[in-house]
């Protein structure tokens, strides 16, 4: 399957099984779900509910103790640069000396190849990337300059001129004021809109419900998975916050 977005009826990504270990502890046991193609998924849980390690495991950023990932109808390894991830704010070095425009031109590196110089093509894709997240304008400021939302549009924008059509944001809502939280909201729901997949790992179950129209929700294992409103029972939020408790101790 190319980068042509896909039928939203179509499962664009398949879990089967999946089960991730950081040495003795399971992350993430015997997960298995469909993502339809073009739909904005919230992934949910308490802390140490094995959100971001499915993002990671999705990524190929984490090796897998069992099953398999499926990104359309091909293996991850071919597929992956379909899928562009946008990481916790708290990973990322704001004070490094780069760009907005640098580091959405970072989103064409992969595909420039070793010493690969960017073409007018490359140039024009990170110049559309810059139009639509509204940030032509401070293409040519250090990203310590922005705020926090400007930040997180410009890594939106870095994995737009990658050219995915898959995105894995790893709590992007967080440590974001009222104003840049709607900035966002608006993002995500317009990319929905266009047929773009969109997986967003948080722990705010009241932005899920307002923002989100499907979701998986988990405790090391899946508790539920389909529409926002479905899922978020009373039943299943006991569940997986009393799971995580007798796990966790916490």
Known sequence: MGHAL????????????L?????SHVALRDFSADIPCGSLTAVLGPNGAGKSTLLRAALGLVPLAGGEVRIGDAHPDHARPRLAYLPQRHAVDWDFPITVRGVVEQGRYAALGFLGRPSSSDRDRVDRA????????VAGRQICQLSGGQQQRVFLARALAQGADIFMLDEPFAGLDLFAVEELTHVLRAWEAQGRTVLVALHDLALARRVFSRGLLLATDLVAAGPIDEILTEANIDRAFRTAHCVHGN
């Open 6 to 17: 896909a039928s939203p009826e179509l499962n664009i990504l398949r879990f089967r099984k």
């Open 19 to 23: 089960t991730v270990r950081y040495g």
């Open 130 to 137: 810059l139009a639509e997240l509204d940030l032509a304008g």
